[in-house]
């Protein structure tokens, strides 16, 4: 939201945002890990090969449609999911009071 109202560039923001959710992912692995007492999520090897994968796939098709993607249009697409997301949470929200 401060994005849009402020006129933020979306690749600047993104470039400011991504170590702080790295920062936020490892915190919460780290807190899982532990409240876990150590233990790992019970993946097949295949799983962790897959997931490692994933993450290269993302970033190398991340890299391709930002040299190719208009930045108007990846704004576009960042604020629809993030409103999807926004309606998704507050029908969650909405469900789980009233039943």
């Known amino acids: 939201m401060y994005t849009v109202l402020s006129g933020w560039p979306l690749l600047r923001m993104v470039a400011t ?20 007492d150590g233990q790992l999520p019970h993946l097949p090897w295949w ?3 897959s997931s490692a994968a994933a993450i290269f796939v993302g970033v ?9 993607v208009p930045e108007r249009m990846i704004s576009r697409a960042v ?3 993030a409103v999807l997301g926004a ?10 009071t009233i039943w």
């Open 17 to 36: 945002l991504q170590p702080l959710w790295m920062a936020v992912s490892a915190m919460a692995f780290l807190l899982k890990w532990q409240i876990d």
């Open 47 to 49: 799983g962790w090969v």
């Open 60 to 68: 190398q098709l991340g890299r391709f449609a930002q040299s190719r």
């Open 79 to 81: 604020i629809a999911v």
């Open 87 to 96: 309606a998704a949470a507050f029908a969650t929200g909405v469900r789980m």
